[in-house]
């Protein structure tokens, strides 16, 4: 059994990736590291995340209570899984999306809502799911079902971050459409995958910020009423925690890999993996320049590495910001918090 490259610790090798390639967690120490058979090694360019995290600082008290928190998460929806295996499945039809859609009533319902929005809704009230679904179409059907299903983790009870939380998931719903609208531009066959990769990108921020809102004593105490802080830490440590949330998933290696590497990409080991990576990297600048990030950074589309590497020209990109609000508007009028 290979072993943490950074602790020794051993690791469960089950997981596979693209081409061998499987982005690793340890449990023990938090280091993200890479398997490739029964080897195991570091990510080039990064280092040690506990030289970041010293003891007794807020980067540490934050991976000593991120495994506890993970564990409390809800698990991913049935129907989440569910959705994206028809999608795959190519004798699938439509009808057997509306048939898993009818077994949760509640998304059942915001699936009828947003097929009867002033976007989408036609001369007549619809009250049938498939008639709703045959409205809509299998690709907005399907993107809805996992907004829907996703929403609700970004839900807090905490007054003081319930602001930052529906501002990440603001962005987390602009980011989704334009890794969907990106991979349609660029004929990427996984655009279904990317739209949920783009709602879980900055899933660690969301565990952050509830083990923040939680804790009031000691180090941890320190990030209340300070949001430059918080938002420092969470650019930090994030990507990390986003990592070892997918891991508690089961998600497949996709969706490891653009969560870490979003901010990253080029340095994804694996050619397969990486084009995706690149795709949520954009989408999440593209949402950030349209207005739909978390804080007031300037982004320059003009010069963006994953849009030299995916060959998108500043018009396309234009277009696609040009029609972004109206295109998230119905899915956050039935989502989130």
């Known amino acids: 059994m290979p072993g943490c490259p ?3 610790e051993n690791v469960d090798p089950r997981a596979s990736g693209a081409s061998g390639f499987t982005l690793a967690a340890c449990p023990t120490c938090m280091n993200p590291f890479v398997l490739e058979g029964d080897h ?44 994206m295996q028809l999608l795959r499945d190519p004798e699938s039809t439509l009808k057997d999306i509306a048939e898993t859609i009818r077994q949760d009533q509640a998304i059942a319902v915001k699936i009828l809502q947003l097929a009867n929005s002033a976007l989408y809704g036609g001369l007549s009230t619809i009250s049938n799911l498939d008639a709703a679904c045959a409205r809509l179409g299998t ?23 319930r602001e930052l939380m529906r501002s990440y998931w603001v962005h987390a719903v602009a980011t989704a459409h334009c890794a969907n609208q990106i991979a349609t531009a660029i004929a990427e066959p996984r655009g279904d995958a990317l739209f949920v990769a783009g709602l879980i990108h900055d899933i660690g921020a969301v565990v952050l910020l509830d ?8 180090v941890l105490g320190e990030l209340h009423g300070s949001p430059e802080l918080v ?71 003009v010069t ?12 396309k990109l234009a277009v696609m910001r040009a029609d972004l609000e109206d295109a998230i508007k119905p899915l956050l009028a039935i989502t989130g918090p």
């Open 231 to 301: 938002n420092e830490v969470l650019a930090s440590y994030s990507h990390v925690v986003g990592l070892h949330v997918v891991h508690h998933w089961k998600l497949p290696p996709l969706f490891a890999v653009t969560t870490y590497f979003h901010h990253a990409p080029d340095l994804v080991m694996s050619e397969e993996l990486r084009t995706a990576t690149h795709v949520v990297c954009l989408a999440n600048a593209v949402a950030e320049a349209s207005g739909f990030g978390v804080d007031d950074g300037k982004v320059s589309l």
């Open 6 to 8: 950074y602790c020794k």
């Open 139 to 161: 690709r907005t059907v399907a993107n809805a079902v996992q907004a829907v299903a996703n929403g609700n983790l970004y839900v807090t009870g905490h007054k003081e971050f």
């Open 304 to 315: 963006h590495q994953s849009a030299k590497y995916l060959g998108l020209s500043d018009i």
């Open 211 to 218: 083990i923040i809102a939680s804790t009031r004593r000691g």
């Open 40 to 83: 195991s090694s570091t990510i080039p360019g990064t280092s040690d995340i506990r030289l970041l995290a010293r003891e007794g600082s807020i980067g540490e008290g934050l991976l000593r209570a991120a495994p506890r928190a993970i564990q409390e998460l809800p698990v991913l929806p049935e129907i989440s899984t569910r959705i």
